[in-house]
């Protein structure tokens, strides 16, 4: 198929269920931020999975070839997985600047990194239990999860990411071996801080891919809409994925109108092509869609392409985020038709 649809990660949680306003009110928690949850503790697990139910159907419903759980279960993109380690203190949390320079709450890093039990297996189990698409789960990546977190242990960050990226690596495998279609891993300080990403970052990526033999995918972008809102018009890194095991590429291009030429740079990997803009609350036509996804095609191959939103779509009001995938599901078509696959 040309032009298959997916999304980066995250669907919008409803309202029974997270504290929408308090989640939007604050930068995404690094440590567990349980407060954000309406439902009590005893009931908390049905709830999400009710929660995740509904994600699933919807992007059934507005036509997605690839599905994710919705990260429902989740209070970030990374705190689920990184508080799960050993070697963290999280009772006595530390501090680091978030990529929009606050300081923010962080796990401690106290002992070794090691991977104590699989995290995500069980979500990604209830995902296929609940459809019969193509499913795609995520994992925080390793040199996000160190510049997410306070060091006190470790001589270098070099070797910090090196047990994080061993952690990732493990979780991966098992996920590919639960059947896991696609894995993602999420990167988005390797664009905030490229000096350390080129310096250690990208080894530790391709540590976390290790014998790594299914699909998989690095998102790299310039944060949440909601919570950043200037965007560059280009990566600080990106073309240094061409050097990543990685089968896929997820990149933003809408609401920053990337210049797509560094796309040319990307050694021939598949592109998921952020083509949903996250801060216009608008919802597209499916012309601008394949327009935006027309200014790719300027520079990769057709079969390259995945269309996808630009980043997570956790902070947008739930039918916004809907009619936003149903236009991207409907300019897929339009690209189809255009180019013979319909």
Same mark, same amino acid.
């Given at each position: 198929?040309? $032009?298959? @649809? @997916?999304?980066?990660?995250?669907?919008?949680?409803?309202?029974? /269920?997270?504290?929408?306003?308090?989640?939007?009110?604050?930068?995404?928690?690094?440590?567990?931020?349980?407060?954000?949850?309406?439902?009590?503790?005893? $009931?908390?697990?049905?709830?999400?999975?009710?929660?995740?139910?509904?994600?699933?159907?919807?992007?059934?419903?507005?036509?997605?070839?690839?599905?994710?759980?919705?990260?429902?279960?989740?209070?970030?993109?990374? +705190?689920?997985?990184? #508080?799960?380690?050993?070697?963290?203190?999280? !009772?006595?949390?530390?501090?680091? /600047?978030?990529?929009?320079?606050?300081?923010?709450?962080? &796990?401690?890093?106290?002992?070794?990194?090691? *991977?104590?039990?699989?995290?995500?297996? !069980?979500?990604?189990?209830?995902?296929?239990?609940? @459809?019969?698409?193509? #499913?795609?789960?995520?994992?925080?990546?390793? $040199? @996000?999860?160190?510049?997410?977190?306070? +060091?006190?242990?470790?001589?270098?960050?070099?070797?910090?990411?090196?047990?994080?990226?061993?952690?990732? +690596?493990?979780?991966?495998?098992?996920?590919?071996?639960?059947?896991?279609?696609?894995?993602?891993?999420?990167? &988005?300080?390797?664009? %905030?801080?490229?000096?350390?990403?080129?310096?250690?970052? /990208?080894?530790?990526?391709?540590?976390?891919?290790?014998?790594?033999?299914?699909?998989?995918?690095?998102?790299? =972008?310039?944060?949440?809409?909601?919570?950043?809102?200037?965007?560059?018009?280009?990566?600080?890194? /990106?073309?240094?994925?061409?050097?990543?095991? =990685?089968?896929?590429?997820?990149?933003?291009?809408?609401?920053?109108?990337?210049?797509?030429?560094?796309? *040319?740079?990307?050694?021939?990997?598949?592109?998921?092509?952020?083509?949903?803009?996250?801060?216009?609350?608008?919802?597209?036509?499916?012309?601008?869609?394949?327009? *935006?996804?027309?200014?790719?095609?300027?520079?990769?191959? &057709?079969?390259?392409?995945?269309? %996808?939103?630009?980043?997570?779509?956790?902070?947008?009001?739930?039918?916004?985020?809907?009619?936003?995938?149903?236009?991207?599901?409907?300019? %897929?078509?339009?690209?189809?038709?255009? $180019?013979?696959?319909?």
């Amino acid at each position: 198929m040309l $032009f298959p @649809t @997916t999304i980066v990660g995250s669907y919008p949680q409803p309202e029974w /269920l997270i504290d929408r306003a308090k989640l939007a009110g604050r930068f995404p928690p690094r440590v567990r931020a349980r407060e954000l949850w309406r439902i009590p503790e005893p $009931f908390l697990a049905e709830a999400q999975d009710d929660a995740t139910i509904v994600a699933i159907r919807a992007q059934e419903e507005a036509g997605l070839d690839i599905v994710s759980d919705g990260e429902i279960r989740r209070e970030s993109y990374s +705190n689920r997985f990184a #508080t799960a380690l050993e070697g963290v203190d999280l !009772d006595n949390p530390g501090t680091a /600047l978030d990529r929009s320079g606050h300081p923010n709450p962080v &796990p401690r890093i106290v002992g070794r990194i090691r *991977r104590k039990r699989a995290v995500e297996v !069980d979500d990604l189990l209830f995902l296929k239990a609940h @459809t019969d698409r193509k #499913t795609k789960i995520t994992v925080p990546g390793p $040199f @996000t999860m160190l510049q997410q977190a306070q +060091n006190d242990f470790y001589g270098s960050e070099e070797e910090a990411a090196m047990d994080y990226a061993a952690a990732v +690596n493990e979780e991966i495998q098992d996920l590919f071996a639960s059947g896991a279609d696609v894995v993602q891993i999420d990167e &988005p300080y390797m664009q %905030a801080r490229p000096e350390k990403a080129r310096q250690y970052g /990208l080894q530790a990526l391709n540590r976390a891919l290790e014998g790594v033999e299914g699909t998989t995918c690095v998102h790299i =972008c310039f944060g949440y809409a909601a919570v950043i809102h200037a965007r560059p018009s280009g990566y600080s890194f /990106l073309p240094e994925l061409a050097g990543c095991k =990685c089968r896929q590429v997820s990149i933003e291009t809408a609401q920053s109108h990337l210049d797509t030429r560094v796309l *040319r740079e990307l050694g021939g990997k598949q592109v998921l092509v952020g083509c949903l803009d996250l801060n216009d609350m608008e919802v597209e036509t499916p012309q601008v869609v394949a327009d *935006r996804i027309r200014r790719a095609l300027e520079h990769v191959k &057709p079969e390259q392409v995945i269309l %996808a939103p630009d980043c997570g779509m956790k902070y947008l009001p739930r039918d916004v985020a809907w009619g936003k995938l149903v236009a991207m599901v409907e300019g %897929a078509k339009l690209l189809r038709r255009e $180019f013979g696959a319909a």
